[in-house]
């Protein structure tokens, strides 16, 4: 619902799992959507379910490089979609976690912030998930020392102990740091 109408433009679906923000994308009308994943077959299944869904068309596989973005030499792109591994666990649960990101929770946010900077067009945007577990006003001033400006496009209030059932989110504060 927060995807904006993308006619013509070209993407790029960081950490596209199972497609469905690239898949957006397209039905809002973008021309190239890139897309990239750590897990392999995580590319499969979302050029399947493009499949599915009539708009395969567009979508190009980028593989995993030595930066967050490997766009071609000197490409620029419109918008930068992305929902990043972002909670601070103490260590990753499993090979390929879609959730872990480092201590802090920005093992993901950080290196994205500072490329987006560089791979977007000037007029460009990244528009990307932010939980309050990874600092987000260290994120809006990460992106203010680039010259970027930032807004929250919208909230949502989702129960993490429901959805993991830990106790690692105690010692950052937990239920009392509303966590």
Not at 17 to 32: D, E, M, N, P, Y
Request: proline letters at 7%; charged letters at 20%.
């Amino acid at each position: 619902e927060n995807i904006p109408e993308l006619a013509g433009q070209t993407v790029v679906d960081l950490g596209t799992g199972s497609g469905f923000l690239a898949i957006v994308a397209r039905l809002q009308g973008a021309k190239t959507v890139y897309l990239l994943d750590t897990y392999d077959k995580a590319i499969g299944l979302a050029m399947e379910n493009a499949e599915r869904n009539g708009v395969r068309e567009g979508l190009i596989h980028l593989p995993i490089g030595d930066e967050m973005v490997p766009l071609p030499n000197g490409e620029r792109v419109d918008l930068i979609l992305s929902n990043p591994a972002q909670l601070p666990l103490p260590e990753a649960e499993m090979e390929n976690s879609p959730f872990y990101a480092g201590p802090e929770g920005r093992a993901m946010i950080d290196p994205l912030i500072r490329e987006a900077s560089e791979k977007l067009l000037p007029s460009g945007r990244l528009l990307m998930t932010h939980n309050s577990l990874a600092n987000l006003r260290k994120s809006f001033a990460l992106l203010a020392s680039l010259g970027c400006a930032s807004r929250i496009v919208a909230e949502q209030e989702i129960a993490f102990r429901a959805f993991l059932d830990s106790k690692w989110p105690e010692p950052l504060g937990g239920d009392a740091a509303g966590l």
